[in-house]
């Protein structure tokens, strides 16, 4: 084994053969990863490190992190900033978790907006007398002396509106390690929001998040292909993000960024050596109908002879950067950079999982099976709030329900029987061919109407989904078990689908569904929505 897959094996707590080290790389498709993030190896460590440290020591550092985070937001003196941002950033990693959560809600109440100040400025603002006549016809002289008074007032609400934890953000922003520190920071505020719904807190998540778009546009990221040649710290953060397909082994990683694969991420300068975001590609002669086609398939084609594009997994490593959609740039940067390298390439797609689909269907089922089993007496004493939160619908069709229960022997209602077999530990249904072949047509028929027509706040219910949408794909087509694996039986009964990028109607798509959250699907797709 070379040094770097030495490195890598270390870095991720891959676990090796029982026995001596494999002697070359053909061995090494035995060793797995530990699944263990590096925010849970952190996390750990820093839990640790809190346990054997003296209450007396935590409460003296929580008392250096809010008087360090007061004199980064008031002190003015450029030349001991930096010290200062370093002693905050570095007292806020020591503090456990409860501590954080004392000091982001001190930096969100006690260093919001001046409401009092603004209240003053703003009866100030009214109070002012408009200038007589169209200022426009007015000289130079005349109209700026008639609006003086205004524009100073306007520049003072402006700097009022904004709160004092804005300075510490920017401050932060041009410090070494300061954006890094923001999206942990962020990270944190996003754990507390998940728990409480805190008004204070949710403003400050507001204008940070704000803030983190505006410093990683487009302009500011730099677009990387990651290959086997990047340093093993780096690879080792490819291994410990990758959040879709998990990398099992360095033979595994090694085909990820070898012939007809493609890998690339967006890096800031300011967070050397970790990409914010990647995404993996495969060049394929078809779509890939299973992620066994893409993941598994050895010896790849010779990349001459592709004509597809296909990305099968895209995955964020900063918890913190939440909501701030850099995957659409990356898709569309990725798309650009491969057609001008390979103009043999006519088609981009995705085969991307559907995560919400399997926990909306059996919620589906367990609110119908409980009306469809309710006796007439029963249901004349049901409350007027249960009457209106669910309804009676026919989620199974007829032919479809009879297929169903001929897999039963309870005498149970086909809903009952698909509700047990889909939440049954041992996926049974999964390994029989007549069980497979009863649930197929109405679990690509359910999915279609999941993905198609199941929203919230008029965009796609499925956040996968609702990402590829936005970003001008159409659904294109719904693959019968396509993963296998145990993640994919949960999250999706092993359905996968494939979101197409035609490169003439990505804004066109885009903007319709950004307007009217109308969604682009193929005929295919279409065709299990007729009754």
């Not at 360095?250 to 800031?268: A, E, I, N």
């Not at 993996?280 to 990349?303: H, S």
Request: overall charge neutral.
């Amino acid at each position: 084994m070379n040094r770097k897959g030495l490195a890598i094996l270390m870095r991720t707590r891959m676990k090796p053969p029982t026995g001596t080290i494999a002697a070359n790389d053909a061995n090494l498709s035995h060793m797995k990863v530990e699944k263990q993030p590096f925010q849970q190896v952190i996390s750990d460590e820093t839990s640790s490190f809190h346990d054997s440290q003296p209450s007396t020591s935590q409460e003296r550092n929580v008392k250096l992190v809010h008087e360090s985070m007061r004199e980064a937001i008031t002190m003015n003196k450029s030349e001991v900033i930096d010290t200062i941002l370093s002693d905050f950033s570095r007292g806020y990693y020591s503090l456990s978790h409860e501590n954080r959560h004392q000091a982001v809600l001190v930096l969100a109440r006690e260093y919001d907006l001046d409401r009092k100040k603004i209240r003053e400025l703003m009866q100030q603002y009214l109070g002012l007398e408009l200038p007589p006549g169209d200022v426009s016809q007015m000289s130079s002289t005349e109209g700026e002396s008639s609006l003086s008074t205004f524009y100073r007032t306007e520049r003072s609400l402006r700097q009022a509106l904004k709160p004092m934890y804005g300075v510490l953000f920017e401050r932060l922003n041009k410090h070494p390690g300061g954006l890094k520190f923001l999206c942990v920071l962020r990270a944190d505020v996003l754990s507390i929001l998940s728990k409480e719904n805190i008004s204070s807190l949710r403003a400050l998540d507001s204008y940070l998040k704000e803030n983190l778009m505006t410093w990683l546009s487009p302009a500011t990221l730099e677009l990387h292909q990651i290959t086997w040649d990047d340093s093993a710290s780096f690879l080792e953060k490819i291994v410990a993000y990758e959040a879709v397909h998990p990398i099992s082994n360095l033979v595994d990683l090694k085909r990820r960024l070898g012939v007809g694969r493609r890998c690339f991420g967006y890096l800031h300068p300011a967070i050397p050596g970790e990409p914010l975001i990647f995404i993996e590609v495969a060049l394929l002669k078809n779509i890939a109908q299973t992620i066994q086609e893409v993941l598994w398939d050895n010896p790849p084609i010779r990349e001459s002879e592709a004509t597809c594009a296909l990305f099968y997994s895209i995955s964020a490593t900063q918890p913190g950067l939440a909501g701030i959609n850099l995957g659409k740039f990356l898709i569309k940067r990725v798309i650009e950079l491969v057609k001008k390298d390979m103009p043999h390439i006519s088609t981009f797609a995705t085969l991307s999982p559907i995560p919400g689909y399997l926990q909306w269907l059996l919620s589906k089922l367990a609110s119908q099976s409980k009306l469809v089993n309710l006796k007439a007496a029963e249901m004349v004493h049901l409350s007027n709030e249960t009457v209106g939160s669910t309804f009676r619908e026919d989620l199974l069709r007829p032919e479809e329900e009879k297929a169903i229960l001929s897999l039963a022997v309870d005498g149970k209602s086909a809903m009952d029987v698909m509700l047990n077999l889909l939440t049954s530990s041992n996926f049974e249904w999964a390994q029989s061919v007549n069980m497979l072949e009863a649930l197929q047509f109405p679990l690509m028929r359910l999915c279609a109407r999941y993905l198609c027509q199941e929203k919230k706040r008029g965009k796609a219910l499925d956040s996968v989904g609702n990402f590829h949408l936005q970003n001008g794909a159409t659904i294109g087509q719904l693959n019968w078990m396509a993963d296998r694996s145990e993640k994919g039986l949960n999250q999706s009964a092993g359905i996968m689908v494939n979101y197409i990028y035609r490169l003439d109607m990505i804004e066109e798509n885009a903007q319709s569904y950004f307007s009217t959250g109308h969604i682009e699907a193929s005929p295919e797709v279409c065709q299990y929505l007729e009754d």
